[in-house]
């Protein structure tokens, strides 16, 4: 289980951002690490130290015991507070990003943006599980599509939630398919019918000019 990442796409794309956010022209991607005041690597250890100084445990940790929770890089000191494109520049510093947990992030900006927000215990949160785990109320399965494990209270779920969507998507591709189809049907055999008519009313057509033919020789 690999712990946080970011590719240098990602890492350029995350710093420019908050230029973008701040209405302000964005550095070239060369420019980034000047910025920044260190390269991808030396960030990613960064924000790793911050994680585990503040919740006690490495990112890798919290992926493994929460395969689908999400990290979120933090400005410690918020980009609103920035008036002119050289502060933005200054708050884009290493020594002003965090690494917090999507929860933490949500409560920093609905409390006004505190930096000294009370953080979410990770580790109790870990202890808790394990305890139902073992108690035996939850239990770990691998999902039947893509191997990957699952937390279950049952035994009747077989896959994971990103497996679930898929197999959703396709059989609602699959009813949009067959209702395609029947509706195609339908239109078939409606321009059938409509043909039949035609061919009928032709008939009867032909039917009532011979009609009046041999009523005029008469």
Do not use: W
């Not at 100084?53 to 493994?64: M, P, V």
């Not at 395969?67 to 290493?94: N, Q, S």
């Amino acid at each position: 289980m690999k712990g946080f990442y970011l590719t240098v796409g990602e890492f350029n794309k995350f710093i420019k951002s908050s230029f973008y956010r701040t209405h302000y022209a964005p550095p070239k991607s060369e420019e980034i690490e000047k910025i920044v005041g260190m390269n991808r690597f030396q960030f990613l250890q960064h924000l790793e130290m911050t994680f585990k100084d503040r919740y006690g445990i490495s990112t890798e940790k919290y992926y493994e015991h929460f395969p689908y929770g999400k990290l979120c890089i933090d400005h410690i000191k918020p980009l609103r507070f920035a008036e002119t494109r050289e502060e933005v520049l200054d708050l884009c510093h290493y020594s002003n990003f965090q690494l917090l947990t999507t929860r933490d992030n949500i409560v920093k900006e609905k409390d006004g943006y505190d930096i000294d927000i009370e953080h979410e215990d990770l580790e109790s949160r870990i202890e808790k599980r394990e305890k139902v785990f073992h108690e035996g109320e939850l239990m770990r399965k691998q999902c039947e599509m893509c191997g990957c494990e699952i937390i279950v209270n049952d035994n009747r779920r077989k896959y994971c939630d990103r497996c679930r969507e898929t197999r959703k998507h396709f059989f609602d591709a699959a009813a949009v398919k067959k209702f395609r189809d029947a509706a195609r049907d339908r239109r078939k055999a409606e321009m059938e019918r409509c043909k039949q008519i035609e061919i009928e009313n032709e008939a009867l057509r032909e039917e009532v000019r011979q009609l009046k033919a041999r009523l005029a020789v008469k």
